[in-house]
């Protein structure tokens, strides 16, 4: 079985979702879970792009150990010394150096020449070399380049070092034959291909990124770039657990393997999930609400005959849970902790306080406590952002014959205002007294609401999708009363509007 290295891009490529930012204490709490899944690299984000991706770089580095940090950084001085000053505390940190190698981006992007283009690669992996030994070099826009000038391009870049070569279907063009037929060309014409691992790095643009990154592990790629649940800039990137899961199903087709313990799966996609705010379609293959749900009675009844008629594998293989009730007004602290450990989410002292005293007045006002309940409880402690905003009271009256009203008692920048505001609906009415008091004005982009778990004391979710001057975020807000917490979801999301007032732009 050849050993698959999984570089996981989450907090960086999936983070470039819109709307998808997390801030850096989420993107702790994923790379913890990262490790429990034994993923080999994490690529914790782009320093140069903004203070925020240089402090979670940093973070990361600093107490994520065991496992390969990653820091993107452009062929360029300026973003390498960025990348190695932010993975300095890091046990093993990887500077990732990237330069475009297609034609239409040399022309119209760079506009640069195929020579200028190879010393930049050259110059930038030989500076990378300077601060870590581990270098990786990707060719933008690979699929769309010249094939003689990727290997020439390919084979400067080992010698000047690099350890790692990746190929990215930047904009999710290529088809499964010809990229694997890529690779292979790569394989056969680099004469010092055997001294670096070949990486691919594949965008879902034509749902075609996990079929491409499977085609090249058969044709000698050792890495495959992915992020959970295949978040990541427009369609996405291939997803880590479909790719990893395919490779399970098929150990005698493909001869290869993962280091990745499968049963964290599940666990890890609902985390990014939450964290992200990027809801998993009940149809995703692994991890979607229906991926081994059996509907048809034939299935059914085939299922029940002998589970392997219907079922490729196990939904404990990937740790899809078998009980989901979990905790009650009697649990203490202890159980509320390793419960919460199971999930995935380790919080600070103080986090736990808050969320302990969270849930013990959903005890009060729920009789059973599932494990989506607790999900949404913790994961708006983990989601809180410097507060510049804080709901304190909210009073609604709505109803037929009348018109809906909200009163409202904020604190602003540590002072406490209120005000009332009239609209088509409470949430209307509510927000509208929100953005009075905070005198701020963004744009509703969507507005999306649900209920976790069943039953009319179900714990409600509401996530607000704000535009402002060209940037989005994404709120959260959960309680059983669904107008708190819409009001909830629309302060958080102000509060992270506010966070990246003066962050400039980012993204590759
Ligand atoms: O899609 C891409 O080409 C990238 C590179 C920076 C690796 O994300
Ligand atoms: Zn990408």
Sequence with gaps: ??????????????????????????????????????????????????PGDFEAVQRISEEIKGVTIAALARAKDVDIERAAEALRPAEQGRIHTFIATSDIHLKFKLRMTREEVLDAAVAAVKKARQYTDDVEFSAEDATRSDRDFLCRVTEEVIRAGAKTVNIPDTVGYAIPQEFGELIEYLMNRVPNVDKATISVHCHNDLGL???????????????????????????????????????????????????????EIYKTSRLVSKLTGMVVQPNKAIVGANAFAHEAGIHQDGFLKERSTYEI????????????????????????????????????????????????????????????????????????????????????????????????????????????????GPVDATYKAIARLTETDSHLEKFEVKSITGGTDALGEVIVTLERDGRTVRGYGSDTDIIVASAKAYVNALNKLEGKKREPQRGV
């Design 313 to 424: 594998m196990r939904p404990e293989m990937v740790g899809i849970p078998q009980s989901k009730l979990v905790l009650g007004k009697h649990s203490g602290r202890h159980a509320f902790r390793e419960r919460l450990r199971e999930l995935g989410y380790e919080l600070s002292e103080e986090e736990l306080n808050h969320a302990f005293q969270r849930f013990k007045q959903l005890c009060d006002q729920k009789k059973y406590i599932f494990d989506d309940d607790l999900e949404a409880l913790v994961s708006e402690e983990v989601k809180r952002v410097r507060e510049v905003f804080k709901l304190i009271d909210l009073k609604v009256s709505s109803g037929t014959g009348t018109r809906p009203t909200a009163k409202v008692r904020m604190e602003i920048r540590g002072e406490e205002r209120e005000t009332t505001a009239t609209g088509d």
């Design 209 to 263: 990124a996990v079929a491409n990154s499977l085609t090249a592990i058969l044709k000698g790629a050792g890495q495959v770039e992915c992020t959970i649940n295949g978040i990541g800039e427009r369609a996405g990137n291939a997803a880590m657990e479909e790719i990893v899961m395919a490779l399970k199903v098929r150990p005698q087709y493909f001869q290869a393997d993962t280091g990745i313990v499968t049963e």
């Design 1 to 50: 079985m050849r050993y698959i290295k999984i570089f996981d891009t989450t907090l960086r490529d999936g983070e470039q979702s819109p709307g998808a930012s997390m801030n850096v204490d989420e993107k702790l709490h994923v790379a913890r879970q990262l490790v429990r899944l034994n993923v080999d690299i994490i690529e914790a984000g782009f320093p140069v792009a903004s």
